[in-house]
């Protein structure tokens, strides 16, 4: 059974450091991550896709890592703001096709102080 | 509209009753999912329909019925929900290949 957790659960930073959110999961066949940003009390926004086949990937001052073969995922934040502050979700999906299974970790909540 | 859309955005309901959560998305996607967010517990996927058929309950009890009228909107029915299903339900779509999944805002229910 797959299993994803991240670490840390919480934290606070100033504004403007740079910052890394982990993710790690325990079976290493998945077919891509997902790294989700949740305010509070609101659904889901996807960040960042990594298909199983690449490395990393960007947007802004977002950037994702993928190390499959030893079942980690980093999120780098640079610069950081507080509008950056929320709840960053990371899940992982086993298959293709229909009825395929995203796996959340229980999230990282982030804080970013003027 | 556009993305995914969820209706009511709130709910309060006793245990007798019945009530219906909506979903609809805007993004020609062929798969639709609900997930279940409860407090200090990872989201828990409920029920999977791919190309308008169901393909995954994930051991759901029955007072929960999905329906997937068409590709673009699934439903939740509820009836004689326990305070424990309290939770925040989410909707989500994604093409089935790519499987990139987008979110709704979420229904926030409070069972009685």
């Known amino acids: 059974k797959q299993e994803v957790t991240q670490i840390p659960a919480a934290l606070s930073v100033p504004e403007g450091e740079n910052l890394v959110l982990n993710c790690s999961f325990t079976d290493s066949a998945i077919y891509n991550l997902q790294w989700f940003r949740q305010d509070p009390g609101k659904g889901l926004t996807s960040l960042l896709l990594i298909q199983s086949s690449q490395r990393e990937q960007t947007s802004g001052r977002l950037n994702a890592s993928l190390d499959k073969s030893s079942g980690r995922s980093t999120l780098y934040i640079a610069a950081s703001q507080p509008g950056d502050s929320a709840t960053y979700l990371c899940a992982v999906l086993m298959g293709t096709g229909g009825g395929n299974k995203l796996t959340f970790g229980t999230g990282t909540q982030l804080k970013v102080e003027l | 509209e556009t993305g995914v859309t969820q209706t009511p955005r709130h709910l309060v309901m006793g245990m007798t009753n019945k009530k219906s959560l909506k979903c609809e998305q805007h993004?020609?996607?062929?798969?639709m999912y609900w997930y279940k967010q409860s407090a200090k517990k990872p989201l828990e996927l409920m029920f999977v329909y791919s190309l308008e058929e169901r393909v995954e309950n994930n051991s759901v009890p029955s007072r929960f019925s999905p329906e997937c009228p068409n590709s673009s909107h699934l439903f939740l029915h509820l009836h004689t929900l326990q305070p424990e299903d309290s939770a925040l339900y989410l909707c989500?779509?994604?093409?089935?290949?790519?499987?990139?999944?987008?979110f709704g805002p979420g229904t926030r229910l409070t069972v009685l």
């Open positions: 993004l020609g996607h062929n798969a």
């Open positions: 989500a779509s994604s093409q089935v290949v790519p499987n990139e999944q987008f």
